[in-house]
T-cell receptor, first 114, second 113 residues
């Protein structure tokens, strides 16, 4: 158990819809990272937050947004969903930012868009 | 940006054999190279990492080597066991505010009893 909690574990929805994925980092971790894992693209970095502020941005679509709340949990919002958005979405956390070290991953949220 | 290539995509070995997974990276400024293991239904978990000031690091049956000049690094697993079966990801990252790992596409290791 990494200590990172993601909900929901599975989500099935239709094209055009909007979903929210939730992540609670390990106790004491200030950084949250979101990754998308698909069969053909591997683990793609989407966005990082540190202590409530956006710190780094990767290949995140404009239809996607995220935020980190004062209690440090984070949400990833996916809107106008397309079939290609079907993937496993991972949240990871770490103690700080700018420090080379371990990311602790949750078990992921599997999104299926029909 | 950084690009990490990983080979092979699938590796099948017999229990007790050694397994080697190789990765190359493109950004010479990268200085931190972690390896993650992902078991079925789980998130990736760090198994070993190496920094650019070190050429080799060992932890029991696992070792990682780094060649900065050639920009490649490898994971070596000796005396493989069925529980080593998983997907392994290499990654590369550098400083400058955030150490965001860029991952390879993964290697599915299958260890046959």
């Amino acid at each position: 158990d990494s200590g990172v909690t993601q909900t929901p574990k599975h989500l099935i929805t239709a094209t055009g819809q909007r979903v929210t994925l939730r992540c609670s980092p390990r106790s004491g971790d200030l950084s949250v990272y979101w990754y998308q894992q698909s069969l053909d693209q591997g683990l793609q970095f989407l966005i990082q937050y540190y202590n409530g502020e956006e710190r780094a941005k990767g290949n995140i679509l404009e239809r996607f947004s995220a935020q980190q709340f004062p209690d440090l949990h984070s949400e990833l919002n996916l809107s106008s969903l397309e079939l290609g958005d079907s993937a496993l979405y991972f949240c990871a956390s770490s103690v700080g930012s700018g420090i080379a070290g371990e990311l602790f991953f949750g078990e992921g949220s599997r999104l299926t868009v029909l | 940006g950084e690009n990490v290539e990983q080979h092979p995509s699938t590796l099948s070995v017999q229990e007790g054999d050694s397994a080697v997974i190789k990765c190359t990276y493109s950004d010479s400024a990268s200085n931190y190279f972690p390896w993650y293991k992902q078991e079925l239904g789980k998130g990736p978990q760090l198994i070993i990492d190496i920094r650019s000031n070190v050429g080799e690091k060992k932890d029991q049956r696992i070792a990682v080597t780094l060649n900065k000049t050639a920009k490649h690094f490898s994971l070596h697993i000796t005396e493989t066991q069925p529980e080593d079966s998983a997907v392994y990801f290499c990654a590369a990252s550098k400083g400058g505010g955030s150490y965001i790992p860029t991952f390879g596409r993964g290697t599915s290791l299958i260890v046959h009893p």
